[in-house]
């Protein structure tokens, strides 16, 4: 009798031990992935001027750290248009969204997959393969986007740079906030007959006030 009891008693123990043990390896497994992935929930707000490819890439840095995932670097997508000076000092060469965002995969806030890789996110293998569209492009927040739905690339359908002039292609290679041009997407793939998430058409100018008659509120993506 004592001996079942005892017997009865180290099973249970055994059980409960082997219950604590699963617990936390299935709330590791059930864990939402890292966030790779968010459009700006607000820009720096002086139109097409995000301070260069470097204070764009500290914008999207700083909102993630707001947020607590600011433990990996971000860098915005955004393109850069190549300008010959007279020196090569002088020059500025052309810079590819594309191959500033690193391999992927990328997850949204909610933990929905975005893109698995670079390719994926640009259809190189097959078109559409990306997961952007309006209620999956979110802010750092894990909101729909509030300002409009054109975002700031400067980029073609392929993530790369545009052959052109910088004030036409890039506010200026981002630093003109007045004349000049920018190309911009569609977060939500809506709108003209060119939806494209990354390259839809240009920008009405370069100021704060011109890139919200366009459509957009300065907001860009952030990988």
């Not at 219950?19 to 936390?24: D, H, Q, R, S």
């Not at 590791?28 to 001027?49: C, I, L």
């Not at 000049?180 to 494209?196: F, P």
Request: aromatic fraction near 6%; include cysteine.
């Amino acid at each position: 009798m004592h001996n079942t009891r005892t017997e009865s008693a180290v099973t249970l123990l055994f059980a409960m031990a082997m219950v604590l043990a699963v617990a936390p390896a299935q709330a590791q497994q059930q864990a939402p992935p890292a966030m790779g992935f968010f459009v700006t929930s607000a820009g720096p707000g002086d139109g097409g001027n995000l301070g260069g490819l470097a204070g764009a890439d500290g914008h999207c840095q700083m909102l993630a750290q707001a947020v607590g995932a600011g433990n990996r670097t971000w860098h915005a997508y955004l393109s850069q248009t190549s300008a010959f000076g007279q020196t090569p000092e002088t020059s500025v060469y052309a810079v590819n969204a594309r191959d500033r965002i690193g391999s992927g995969p990328w997850f949204n806030a909610m933990g929905t997959l975005i893109a698995g890789s670079v390719a994926d996110l640009h259809g190189d293998d097959q078109r559409d393969r990306n997961n952007i569209r309006e209620n999956t492009a979110l802010t750092e927040k894990g909101e729909i986007v509030d300002g409009g739905h054109d975002m700031l690339t400067g980029s073609d359908s392929h993530g790369r740079s545009v052959i052109g002039r910088p004030d036409v292609t890039t506010c200026n290679n981002w630093t003109s906030n007045a004349a000049g041009n920018a190309l911009v997407g569609h977060h939500n793939r809506q709108g003209g007959a060119n939806s494209s998430w990354n390259s839809s058409h240009m920008s009405n100018g370069c100021s704060q006030q011109n890139l919200t008659t366009t459509g957009g509120s300065g907001f860009f993506y952030c990988f």
